[in-house]
């Protein structure tokens, strides 16, 4: 009659995460996504260390994907001008860095990406609570198009 009590545990954690989605700023959601693909690749880093083919695979895709599909699909590089093209190829070489980590087994590299993640991050987050977003060039990087 009831699921597993993991299940739902899971299902609640789903409504709490769609939730905060919903409510979050635009520059909330890319601190989000910050966020997401430092996590990935810290797993990633513990599966690879743990011999976990599988799993460091997917962390690493997971991570890709946020990196493709989140913050670079986010520029807009007609508004952002420099910035947005800098960021793109940024984006663009961390992608292809944790694909030959994923190739190679180089935690080196993970931890490479991660660093340069976690810096763009803190950048990010100090522009937002600068309350300087729009003139220090961070909202037009951000696509706006939703």
């Excluded at 430092?38 to 990633?44: E, M, P, Q, R, S």
Aim: glycine letters at 10%; proline letters at 2%; hydrophobic letters at 40%.
């Amino acid at each position: 009659m009831f699921g597993s009590p993991q299940r739902g545990v899971n299902a609640y954690a789903k409504v709490g995460l769609e939730t905060g989605i919903a409510a979050a700023s635009p520059h909330k959601l890319i601190t989000m996504l910050y966020d997401g693909a430092v996590v990935a690749l810290i797993n990633a880093t513990n599966h690879m260390k743990s011999g976990n083919i599988e799993a460091k695979g997917k962390a690493i895709s997971h991570a890709i994907q946020i990196i493709d599909n989140g913050l670079r699909a986010s520029l807009d590089k007609e508004v952002g001008g420099e910035i947005a093209k800098n960021l793109d190829a940024l984006y663009e070489y961390m992608s292809a860095r944790l694909l030959t980590a994923n190739l190679q087994n180089q935690v080196e590299i993970l931890d490479e990406v991660r660093g340069l993640l976690t810096d763009l991050r803190e950048t990010w987050k100090q522009i937002g609570e600068d309350g300087g977003a729009a003139q220090a060039g961070g909202a037009p990087v951000a696509n706006r198009k939703q």
